[in-house]
């Protein structure tokens, strides 16, 4: 209690900082997306530079520690933070304009360095000085670190929640910016205050009673290379137990904004209870023999993380899926990630011989951590995920993690040795293959950054027919699905071009989102196509196992980020953009569909394919979109697909031209008929609630979560039904 009231300012730097930090890597992702777009390529990229801004801001951090006065270092940084984060919204837009010439990842590189890393990297410096500022004596080193941190990681995890659920969705993201910025100039200001109430003379005192160091037992130590090879796996598996971790929750529960603010929020949630669990364990018992056995529990946790993943899954897919999300995370995540966390304060009290180096030696461990962090996720999410699924990679980073433990007690013969060595080899045994069964033939399997991608043939039924499907899932959830006799397109995509006979033959098309070709093939046949798909194995799958046709121009691309550098002209724009069961949020926006616009020549069309409801409460979400189309002044059609909501396409039609869409011949009926009495009447849906959807305002991801959730459900079933025919969930 002491140690709070004397150190209450820097109490208060780490809670706004902490929320601060976590807020700033939102806001600065969300603001990125109207022009490089939402994909994992931007997360990966601001991820990336966040951790590198914060490793190297502990680094330096360690160092101003052995200077004196480092709560006046610690005003200076918080009140210079918050200049940086007020004035982010103009920073953006300027960089944008700068660098909009760039590719979509040199850009977002480039953005993120400009906009995030300086305001990450004064976060960064926080840390050490605290625990420098705080350290009172040697003996409570470990306490000191893990306190800092709990107090830091915990306001995060809050501030994940408020800010990515609520603050920015309802008040928009230039509203966040200024709000964390004004934050971070109070604490600033408060610093005038702390100065008034602190004491030199009792400060000098305290550092007066520990002025001789005191060495740890060699014996009970480990060696300082031995310190920077666990400080930099550490960081290593944090990473990857992360990203393994969200990998293998996709397929069931896909990869949502929600789902990631789950796997975040516990993700730091367990980080914040070990590091103070840690301090505490460290400086009650510094000693080899006890961080070696932590280190032992988390690889086994690890070692088995691909067997707790499909046990937990299959025990609790009975439950709401939401339950089910925060249960299998919760038991899936939680456990190694709090014996890792346990690692950097075991390290920093070992490595801290005099209380006065311990913001040096936090500095120096938490910056390794960080920088291996880095390196782990690029390597894992662009070669060793895709490369070697989800199963080995856990399986061998849990033996890199346990080997120096293990053989520690294997060579004093005690039993801790022995279980893990027991335990590795119960988790080969259970490794599992994707392979094809008797009625299920499993053509194209593969992990990466966008999920898992699978194509698949099995038996089903059509008009009452058996047929034989071949079908594109990402994260389980179908894309494209064609009869494999028949190749017949679906109704959306006959109507799609069926309204595009208005246009004349051999003129520009843009197709955004290729999924297996379907519409790219259907569109081929009378425009000069071009089509935008991110994920490069797509492409690839639409060319051996969907017949693409070879004159489709496929450009490797993020759709806004397209559509705001290109400089090409379109009689016809297919909006067919879809990211597992929900359509990304970033292309569904009024300040999208007008660069949509401008690209369209005089009489040009835009039809945009939308499944999920139009009536009700659920529909919201489809007059949201409908409202914001006819807010760029083209003419609106409404036309859905035969069935019922959810389970039909719905077609917002938008041009220049006033066309008669209503005598469009029916392409999917044999009969002479058209699609007139298919439309619906658009005024009547513009008169009802709804909203106009802007960039600044990202409410997509939380209008439509209960339906995302209803579409996800359902695909659970079909997930069920493959586990039953041999297919696993992940291999």
């Not at 009452?464 to 389980?476: A, S």
């Not at 559509?563 to 297919?574: A, F, G, H, P, R």
């Amino acid at each position: 209690m002491n140690t709070l009231i004397r150190n209450w300012y820097v109490f208060v730097v780490l809670i706004v900082e902490g929320a601060s930090l976590m807020a700033v890597e939102l806001i600065g992702a969300r603001f990125f997306a109207p022009f490089y777009g939402n994909s994992l390529y931007v997360w990966t990229a601001v991820l990336t530079i966040t951790v590198l801004g914060l490793s190297l801001g502990y680094f330096v951090g360690g160092k101003l520690s052995q200077v004196s006065q480092s709560q006046k270092w610690i005003s200076y940084i918080v009140g210079l933070a918050g200049i940086l984060s007020f004035f982010m919204p103009e920073s953006v837009s300027w960089v944008i304009q700068w660098s909009h010439h760039l590719n979509l990842i040199p850009g977002i590189i480039l953005a993120s360095l400009l906009i995030l890393f300086p305001i990450i990297f004064l976060f960064g410096l926080v840390g050490p000085l605290a625990v420098s500022s705080i350290s009172d004596r040697l003996s409570k080193v470990g306490h000191a670190v893990g306190l800092t941190y709990l107090i830091s990681t915990s306001c995060g995890i809050v501030a994940t929640f408020i800010f990515g659920l609520y603050f920015i969705p309802e008040y928009g993201m230039m509203l966040s910016a200024k709000a964390v910025g004004v934050a971070l100039f109070v604490v600033f200001l408060l610093s005038f205050v702390a100065r008034g109430h602190t004491s030199p003379s009792q400060h000098s005192e305290q550092l007066k009673e520990n002025l001789n160091p005191v060495e740890l037992n060699q014996k009970e130590s480990i060696s300082s290379n031995s310190i920077f090879f666990f400080a930099a796996l550490e960081g290593a598996c944090v990473m990857a137990i992360e990203l393994m971790g969200a990998r293998m929750l996709a397929p069931i529960y896909g990869s949502s904004f929600h789902v990631w603010v789950v796997v975040i929020g516990i993700t730091l949630l367990s980080l914040a209870i070990g590091y103070f669990a840690g301090g505490k364990l460290a400086d009650r018992s510094p000693k080899r023999a006890t961080f070696y056995l932590v280190l032992l529990v988390a690889a086994s946790l690890v070692a088995t993380m691909h067997f707790m993943a499909r046990l937990s899954i299959f025990t609790t897919l009975s439950l709401d899926l939401s339950i089910s999300l925060v249960i299998v995370s919760l038991i899936l995540l939680m456990p190694p990630l709090v014996c890792l966390g346990m690692i950097p304060t075991f390290l920093i009290r070992f490595l801290t011989t005099h209380n006065t180096l311990a913001g040096k030696s936090t500095g120096f461990v938490f910056s390794l951590s960080s920088l291996s962090g880095i390196l782990s996720l690029t390597l894992l999410g662009f070669w060793v995920i895709p490369e070697l699924g989800l199963t080995y990679p856990s399986i061998l980073l849990g033996l890199v993690l346990g080997l120096f433990p293990a053989m520690y007690f294997l060579k004093r013969m005690e039993y801790s040795g022995f279980v893990f060595i027991g335990i590795v080899i119960f988790s080969f045994s259970q490794i599992v293959q994707v392979n094809s069964s008797e009625r299920v033939k499993v053509l194209e399997y593969s992990e990466g950054l966008f999920g898992q991608l699978m194509v698949m043939e099995y038996p089903n039924q059509r008009n009452g027919k058996p047929i034989y499907e071949r079908t594109m899932f990402v994260n389980r959830t179908f894309q494209t699905k064609i009869d494999t006799a028949l190749e017949f397109p679906t109704d959306y995509v006959l109507y799609t071009k069926g309204i595009s006979e208005f246009l004349p033959k051999k003129s520009k098309a843009l197709l955004l989102g290729l999924g297996g070709g379907i519409m790219a093939n259907e569109l081929s046949e009378r425009f000069d196509l071009d089509a935008v798909e991110l994920d490069e194995r797509i492409y690839q799958v639409a060319k051996t196992y969907f017949r693409l046709a070879p004159d489709v121009n496929v450009i490797i691309d993020d759709a806004r980020h397209f559509i705001e550098t290109s400089e090409n002209k379109y009689d016809l724009i297919v909006f067919d953009l879809f990211k597992g069961e929900f359509q990304p949020e970033h292309v569904l926006t009024l300040e999208c569909f007008n660069k949509a616009k401008n690209l369209l020549n005089e009489n040009g069309i835009i039809v945009m394919n939308f499944i999920g409801y139009i009536e009700g409460d659920n529909g919201l979400l489809g007059r949201s979109i409908l409202k914001t189309f006819n807010e760029t002044g083209l003419n609106i059609e409404i036309l859905p697909t035969p069935g019922v909501e959810p389970h039909r396409n719905i077609l917002f039609i938008g041009s220049n031209a006033q066309y008669d869409l209503s005598s469009t011949p029916n392409p999917a009926s044999t009969a002479d008929s058209t699609l007139g009495s298919y439309f619906l009447n658009t005024e009547l849906y513009l008169s009802q609630s709804g909203i106009v959807l802007v960039d600044d305002q990202p409410k997509i991801n939380k209008m439509n979560f209960s339906v995302v959730h209803m579409m996800r459900t359902g695909f659970t079933r079909q997930t069920r039904w493959f586990l039953g025919e041999g297919i696993p969930i992940f291999q």
